[in-house]
């Protein structure tokens, strides 16, 4: 069991990626709890969409489907809506694992599983209020990669669910419910190491052998854990708040024209970074001025949904898409100082 298996690489949406040393008893726990949670049976049909190289697809699709007896279908081109539509209408997949980026739909499916990133909000909520079968995974690949998750019915709004079997979660604060702290773990699934890096391997696994994920977040009184953000994310102002991008960014990404977003602390003032949907603009006639004039309400709104503390002072166009990981996010330490 404490044989290794694989070395899986981090997409390094913080920093340099590093060699992830997952043993046996890590794939074998991760590809186990799928069998207790999901319904896969023998000939039924998976899509993988996710690359292998992303251990949330190589566990949920490849690893357990192929335990489970199902059918494995590759998608041989990129996953757009048209390709999916396509694929899934003909295929009928019962289970799909995906990232938030893809908002997808079939017709035999028991549900959805999302991870990877954060879902979001409004969109969420939405899917809540239909009855929506979808659900949230948060995991990282130190874990192979599953820490927390819950079925469809149970699963709270804006959590990722509970403990997983055979983990131990807990949050590193001195009230969990309503104060976030840094979400630590421990158990089957974690890593042995990193490959050939002693140092970075003592920097997130703890003398008491819990994992440090680098996740803030909260714990309620019936165990489901709700992620506020990266601790390396967190932006704190001199006055001492603590401010979550991600929470703004989720809002501001369902305002008009915008395509994708980033908040960046500069000067003691939040600045928001904004990649417009060029495309839908200029199908509606806007030119470059008015793309920023809607910015700029679109600035003003947010700010009515905003505390006094996390009020965004300005806007800053980007006129190309953020670099992002393998896994579509966005590699946010390339652009902590918004220029100009």
């Known amino acids: 069991p404490e044989e290794l ?29 799928c069998f207790e949670m999901l319904p896969v049976k023998p ?53 799909i694992s995906c990232v938030p980026l893809m908002e997808i739909f079939g017709g035999n499916f028991d549900e959805i599983i999302i991870g990877g990133a954060p879902f979001n909000a409004e969109v969420e909520a939405f899917l809540k209020k239909i009855g929506f079968p979808y659900t949230i995974a948060y995991g990282m690949t130190e874990c192979g990669p599953i820490i927390c998750s819950s079925r469809w019915e ?37 890593m042995l190491g990193y490959y050939k890096n002693p140092e970075a391997t003592a920097q997130i696994i703890d003398a008491n052998g819990w994992l440090h994920t ?14 506020r953000g990266r601790s390396k994310n967190l932006l704190l102002t001199s006055s001492g708040q603590n401010i979550y991008p991600e929470e703004i960014e989720s ?28 495309d839908d603009a200029f199908a509606h006639g806007l030119q470059q001025t008015d793309i920023q004039k809607v910015m700029e309400q679109n600035r003003i709104e947010l700010n009515q949904q905003l505390p006094n503390y996390s009020q965004i002072s300005k806007i800053k166009i980007h006129f190309e898409e953020f670099e992002k990981t393998a896994k579509k996010s966005i590699k946010r330490f390339m652009y902590q100082e918004a220029k100009g």
């Open 43 to 95: 000939g039924d049909h998976i899509v993988s969409m996710l690359p292998m190289g992303h251990v949330f697809g190589m566990v949920y699709d490849f690893l357990y489907g192929f335990s489970a007896g199902a059918h494995i279908y590759f998608l041989t081109r990129m996953p757009s809506p048209k390709i999916i539509s396509q694929s899934f209408s003909e295929i009928k997949p019962k289970v």
């Open 154 to 190: 149970t699963l709270k709004l804006a959590s990722c669910g509970k403990a997983t079997s055979r983990m131990e979660v807990r949050i590193d604060s001195p009230d969990p419910k309503t104060h976030a702290g840094e979400i630590v773990c421990r158990g089957m699934n974690m």
């Open 5 to 33: 298996a694989i070395i899986n690489y981090t997409s390094g949406t913080t920093g340099y990626s590093k060699g992830v040393m997952l043993p046996y008893r890590s794939l074998w726990s991760n590809v186990a709890y």
């Open 251 to 278: 809002k501001l990404n369902n305002m008009p024209y915008v395509a994708e977003s980033l908040i960046v602390l500069q000067h003691e003032k939040l600045v928001a970074m904004i990649y417009p949907d060029f």
């Open 214 to 227: 680098g996740d803030l977040g909260t714990l309620d009184e019936e165990g489901y854990v709700t992620v």
